[in-house]
């Protein structure tokens, strides 16, 4: 069993960053990939971010790449999203989502294991 605590989220204006945090206890957090998907009012659950068991892949959705980190340090179990030029549409409820198994579908939320309660994240214009 892993429990996942996200933790960052906040206001901010457009333009602005912010840094999101996943931090895992109860097994070798090395062990699991590690995915951000995100959930606007109304709309469905859409990936957004995910990193491998090593660290040496990292996937995004087109919509973020380039303003979006993702990166993970094993020594303090935590996963980390920077999140910069925010737009009011990257507004939602951000969850970090472990897994174990292998391979890593970056994007299927119905792969992963085990999830976070969220974090809301609210960019305004």
């Known amino acids: 069993q892993v429990q996942l605590v996200e933790s960052g989220g906040g206001l901010v204006q457009a333009g602005g960053s912010l840094r999101l945090s996943c931090a895992a206890s109860g097994r070798t957090f090395s062990n699991y990939a590690v995915g951000w998907f995100r959930q606007a009012p109304g709309k469905e659950r859409e990936f957004v971010a995910a990193?491998?068991?090593?660290?040496?892949?990292?996937y995004y959705r087109d919509s973020v790449k380039g303003r979006f980190t993702i990166s993970r340090d094993n020594a303090k179990n935590t996963v980390y999203l920077q999140m910069n030029s925010l737009k009011p549409e990257d507004t939602a409820v951000y969850y970090c989502?472990?897994?174990?198994?292998?391979?890593?579908?970056?994007?299927?939320?119905?792969?992963?294991?085990?999830w976070g309660q969220g974090t809301q994240v609210t960019v305004s214009s």
């Open positions: 990193i491998t068991w090593s660290g040496d892949s990292t």
């Open positions: 989502a472990a897994k174990l198994s292998r391979p890593l579908i970056a994007a299927m939320a119905s792969g992963y294991d085990y």
